[in-house]
């Protein structure tokens, strides 16, 4: 079973880890950050230790997991950072969430920029799309009237990584090569699925086949 960041006995313990490594953090002025993604560079000024709901550390198959959690974040930006892979120990995981708040406790020195919201990005599979934070409010109030779910906009997605791709992962040169009305819903569909709260959306979270049978007409 996955580890569920939301349960209410997980966010407890992880909010009691949470105090006692506040006493543990180091020196990061000196660490460089640098972003893989435009949606990292983007959020990580948001990942700042006043935002810090709890932090979850939990063993894997293949080694333990340090994830940090966020709490009242900008909507479209991701809640729940954490090591890109397992590490061996619990010993190594804790070391790795102490890191992430140091960098959380530094990005809290420097100030937001205004009130500039800054692009999003939605991650699907091996591109991101960009996406109209000041757009993400009005959208998901149509979709609440209308009472579209995130399954929904998740099938959506799977969809047309069925139609561009044939349920390979998308990347830039299979997305280029799909035609223009094809990549316009790609970029709506993955503003649907901001609105409601992903970020990202990749093959291990389903193909169409999966979604399928409860999508709603045709996509």
């Given at each position: 079973?996955?580890?569920?960041?939301?349960?209410?006995?997980?966010?407890?313990?992880a909010a009691t880890l949470l105090d006692a490594m506040k006493g543990r953090l180091v020196d990061a002025s000196g660490a460089v950050e640098r972003s893989m993604t435009m949606q990292a560079t983007t959020a990580s000024p948001h990942w700042?230790?006043?935002?810090?709901?709890?932090?979850?550390?939990?063993?894997?198959?293949?080694?333990?997991?340090?994830?940090?959690?966020?709490?009242?974040?900008?909507?479209?930006?991701?809640?729940?950072?954490?090591?890109?892979?397992?590490?061996?120990?619990?010993?190594?995981?804790?070391?790795?969430?102490?890191?992430?708040?140091?960098?959380?406790?530094?990005?809290?020195?420097?100030?937001?920029?205004?009130?500039?919201?800054?692009?999003?990005?939605?991650?699907?599979?091996?591109?991101?799309?960009?996406?109209?934070?000041?757009?993400?409010?009005?959208?998901?109030?149509?979709?609440?009237?209308?009472?579209?779910?995130?399954?929904?906009?998740?099938?959506?997605?799977?969809?047309?990584?069925?139609?561009?791709?044939?349920?390979?992962?998308?990347?830039?040169?299979?997305?280029?090569?799909?035609?223009?009305?094809?990549?316009?819903?790609?970029?709506?569909?993955?503003?649907?699925?901001?609105?409601?709260?992903?970020?990202?959306?990749?093959?291990?979270?389903?193909?169409?086949?999966?979604?399928?049978?409860?999508?709603?007409?045709?996509?």
């Amino acid at each position: 079973m996955d580890y569920d960041h939301g349960s209410r006995p997980n966010r407890r313990r992880a909010a009691t880890l949470l105090d006692a490594m506040k006493g543990r953090l180091v020196d990061a002025s000196g660490a460089v950050e640098r972003s893989m993604t435009m949606q990292a560079t983007t959020a990580s000024p948001h990942w700042r230790i006043s935002n810090v709901a709890g932090v979850h550390v939990y063993d894997v198959a293949q080694g333990w997991n340090a994830d940090v959690a966020f709490k009242d974040l900008p909507s479209g930006v991701p809640a729940v950072i954490g090591n890109a892979v397992p590490v061996k120990t619990r010993r190594e995981a804790l070391e790795s969430a102490i890191m992430q708040l140091s960098l959380c406790a530094e990005r809290e020195k420097v100030p937001l920029a205004g009130n500039d919201s800054p692009m999003l990005y939605f991650v699907i599979d091996d591109i991101e799309i960009p996406v109209d934070p000041d757009e993400l409010s009005e959208t998901r109030a149509k979709l609440a009237h209308e009472g579209y779910t995130v399954e929904q906009a998740e099938g959506r997605l799977a969809y047309l990584r069925h139609v561009i791709s044939g349920d390979e992962p998308l990347n830039a040169d299979n997305v280029a090569e799909a035609d223009h009305e094809t990549r316009t819903r790609l970029v709506i569909a993955c503003h649907i699925a901001m609105a409601l709260g992903r970020t990202q959306f990749s093959v291990e979270d389903g193909t169409w086949a999966d979604f399928m049978p409860t999508a709603p007409g045709m996509m």
